[in-house]
């Protein structure tokens, strides 16, 4: 995808007062590429039928006046993990974007973000786009879009933070999921078993339309 068909895509996510099932806002992003691992494999094993999409560059606003208060409901709350009733997101993002030297930096960690995903998964790859924004003469969003393609999305082992190889960054064998505007799979949250049998179903109705049946003489 070029820079205008993905600008065209995240316009409406930027005007909008939430994150969602595809799409997904950093302010900016560490060093540490394992961070945000586990969000590329929420986004491909979502029950979404597109591309999704991690927009550097973006964070909520500061000022309390410019948050709308949402009613939360009895789902939202066990969701949320929340006892509260309501929440306040952001009338509008702040869409900052990126200096020249932290776009330099994004596109390194990207590399590196290629070459994990590449080394450590089970299954399936995740296919990733990553595409600058310019938004101004000195400003750019950077976009991490996520394909979607057919298979199940898990590592082969614990990656740990690069920070702290003590704590674990993603699972093995976790099958994380993007719910709503949240991942799921980590810590105490853990993707539900219809979630599992959806992702395995799709991905094994995949493979069978997708071999094709030997002729007699091949037999």
Not at 35 to 58: H, P, Q, R, W
Not at 77 to 85: E, G, W, Y
Not at 120 to 148: A, D, G, T
Request: glycine share 4%; charged share 30%; hydrophobic share 35%.
């Amino acid at each position: 995808m070029n820079e205008r068909e993905v600008y065209l895509k995240i316009k409406p996510m930027l005007e909008g007062m939430t994150e969602g099932i595809y799409w997904d806002f950093k302010k900016t992003l560490t060093d540490d590429v394992s961070e945000i691992m586990k969000d590329i494999l929420a986004f491909s094993n979502s029950d979404y039928n597109g591309d999704s999409y991690i927009i550097v560059g973006v964070s909520e606003t500061d000022s309390k006046d410019e948050l709308t208060k949402i009613a939360l409901t009895s789902d939202d709350r066990k969701r949320l993990n929340t006892d509260a009733n309501y929440i306040y997101v952001p009338s509008k993002w702040n869409v900052h974007g990126l200096s020249e030297a932290d776009l330099n930096k994004m596109k390194q960690f990207s590399a590196s973000l290629s070459e994990k995903l590449s080394t450590n998964m089970l299954i399936s790859h995740p296919r990733c786009e990553y595409v600058p924004i310019q938004i101004n003469k000195s400003r750019w969003l950077y976009v991490i879009v996520i394909k979607k393609i057919p298979g199940v999305f898990i590592s082969k082992k614990d990656i740990f933070h690069s920070y702290d190889e003590t704590k674990v960054a993603v699972k093995q064998g976790v099958i994380y999921v993007r719910i709503a505007d949240t991942t799921i799979g980590a810590k105490t949250e853990v993707a539900s078993a219809a979630e599992h049998i959806r992702i395995w179903k799709k991905y094994i109705d995949w493979l069978e339309s997708n071999t094709e049946t030997p002729e007699v003489g091949d037999i």
